[in-house]
């Protein structure tokens, strides 16, 4: 029985993948895969030049940490989403509260399926593309499938993480908070002390004893978190809320908007979005990628002592290309197949957005680079930190809204989509990054090249939006 469920769970999971986006872009995403692997091998000497081997492989093996606990985080923690997307059908997970099934074992064959899905999506087109390019090269494929192996079971080890802490958030969410705070002290503290990952240790010539130990962790920290799961799934009572009829005040806010959306439509979002406690998870949305991001800058200035200066100006770029979160989450606080019984258009809805997105969640993105500009002692670039923000997050939502509409979170798995998204909003992130890097070299001649690039973008920006009513206006909403 268990092998049928997990055979039914995977083919759910590929119908999900490619109901979001289409089966071109579900299966290509593998052969872009393989193709990265392909390419990297082929170009790993001279990517890696002097560079420390084993620093490099501890980055990698704490990247595929992140993507463990990134791909968990969306496998446990998405229930919400697609909730809200796909409400009307019951996912095989659920069986437990209808079937003869326990809720523990359900979500330890859901677990098992997680790492057979991933397996199968990622990690063997990255081993066929690497063995592909050993032909070309001088690599040991027997040594790539070792190191192969080594990387899936750091992935494993993120997953498990990723599976014990929505088990503790079922019980408590502070119990979560901390393990999670202690699982990022654990891990600044390992590398402060440049103790690697067992998988590492064992890649890098270590004794089988490492070998054993990666293999384990992920079992014991699986096996703990079924047994934190109890047998049978007992739902939480909502809180009772009280109501309070803000809508004609909301209303009135957005009449001086009416020129540029439908003041109803304005409204109506923004009491979804207060309703459904939305801006509480965009914020932490930005809490996580920052975290992470101010990790790498760590370890990269303590633990293989690269310098690189990252100021406000940076941030600022990175905090408006998160952008795209916030936006991803506006299109998730609903269905909004509601809409096709009333007189509005898809492009009336996605302007009501965008102009939620600048009016109202305007306040996390500042919060941070304030807060970043302040713990940096650079409080002269916020000014700068702030325009560039402003300008690279219209650029990356406009371009969202433009190629995605609302179905953002779907759209995005598709990997068409994807590489021109790519293409789209990494050169200008790239060419900005280097902007502020460079900025304490020459300052004159990065602020006039910096104000340029922003110009250039606001433009590509009235560009992207003006196209959005002649993409979506015959769209449907269902």
Known sequence: MIYKILNLMIREEVRLNTSFTNRKGFYAFPVLIALAGFLGLLTSDSLIGDTDSNE?????????????????SLAFFGNDFLERIIGSYALIIGLSNTQPLSHRKALSIYFAKEIVFYSFLTFIPLGLGMLLGSVFTDHNPVSLLHFLFSIFLSFTLGLSLSFLLSSLYRITIKAAVIAGCSGFIILAFSLSENINSPAQDWYGGAGII???????????????????I???????????????????????????????????????????????????????SFVVPLSVLTLVNWFLDEGITIELEFNTLFYGTMVGFFGTMIYSWLNSMDNPGFYSTLPVTVPDVIRARLLLFVWTTWWIPLIFISIIAALSGELRLLPLGILVMIVVGLYIVNYTAWTTGLRTNSALFDAIVFIKFFFVSVPPMVLMTILSLS??????????????????LLILSLLFNSRIEIKWVHETFD
């Open 210 to 228: 490492y070998l054993l130990l990666a293999i384990s962790l992920p079992l014991i920290l699986s096996t703990i978190s079924s047994l934190l």
């Open 439 to 456: 900025l304490h070299h020459s300052p004159s001649i990065i602020l006039i090249a910096v104000s340029f690039l922003c110009l250039i």
């Open 230 to 284: 109890g047998n049978f799934y007992e739902p939480t009572e909502p809180k009772i809320q009280g109501f309070q009829n803000r809508f004609l005040q909301i209303l009135e806010s957005y009449n001086k908007h009416s020129r540029l959306v439908i003041p109803a439509i304005a409204a109506k979002e923004r009491i979804d979005l207060m309703r459904s406690k939305t801006g509480v998870k965009m914020f932490f």
């Open 56 to 72: 490099m492989l501890r980055g990698i093996h704490i990247g595929l940490l992140f993507y463990g606990l990134f791909a968990g």
